[in-house]
């Protein structure tokens, strides 16, 4: 069955930089979530998108900023990289949350691993 | 805001022995909650999924029990086997919006 395909899957950069992350979520899907993983910590909310509208957003940097395009895929903007960064990003995809009693699972991609130097 | 907590967060145990996994949220007004496995730099594997009007779902030798008014779920893993070692996370999605609220994860490791 087809996955969440994040790209790049690794991604080093210099401080100051940008970066720029892309998600592609599972065929159907309309909703994408963005998670930051710091090194041994859990997976903090970022910010998600429902048909290309955001639909929530947590503790996203100002720096960052994202969009979800028409065909369903998302890219993360990430401007002005701090080294404390350094995450592992992952993108999920769901169907529509809203739906009444159906499952809504979040299907995690295999992360893309930032490295600010 | 809700916190999720996992106790313990590392557990070792010999092949063949049952696996007993506890999250802990503190707001019960949620939505669903869902267990996640991470292999080490890994992605997360969605295990389980149990809405909030459920008590428990089964999914082989997994099983996930939801008690919301106490604000617990348990993971039971049965038989474990070496390539059951990896973090276990659970989520809370919350009953208004859809982000999910990570606990710290338990750290298994089935030793054969």
């Known amino acids: 069955a087809a996955g969440v395909i994040q790209s790049p899957r690794h991604l080093i950069k210099e401080k100051r930089e940008t970066a720029t992350l892309k998600c592609y979520p599972i065929p159907r899907h309309d909703t994408v979530y963005w998670y930051q993983q710091g090194p041994g910590q859990d997976p903090q909310f970022l910010i998600s998108f429902y048909e290309k509208m955001q639909s929530d957003k947590g503790s996203i940097p100002d720096r960052f900023s994202a969009q979800q395009f028409s065909d369903y895929h998302s890219e993360l903007n990430m401007s002005s990289l701090e080294l404390g960064d350094s995450a592992l990003y992952f993108c999920?995809?769901?169907?529509?949350?809203?739906?009444?009693?159906?499952?809504?699972?979040?299907?995690f991609g295999p992360g893309t691993r930032l490295t600010v130097l | 805001k809700q916190e999720v907590t996992q106790i313990p967060a590392a557990l070792s145990v010999p092949e063949g022995e049952n696996l007993v996994l506890n999250c802990s949220f503190t707001d019960s007004a949620i939505y669903n909650l869902q267990w996640f496995r991470q292999d080490p730099g890994k992605g997360l594997t969605s295990l389980l999924l149990?809405?909030?009007?459920?008590r428990e779902q089964t999914s082989g030798r997994l099983n996930a029990s939801l008690d919301k008014s106490s604000g617990r779920s348990t993971l039971y893993i049965a038989a474990s086997q070496p390539g059951d070692s990896a973090t276990y996370l659970c989520a809370v999605r919350p009953a208004a919006g859809n982000k999910l609220t990570f606990g710290g994860g338990t750290r298994v490791l089935v030793k054969p």
């Open positions: 149990i809405q909030s009007s459920q």
């Open positions: 999920a995809s769901s169907l529509d949350p809203g739906l009444a009693g159906g499952p809504d699972t979040q299907y």
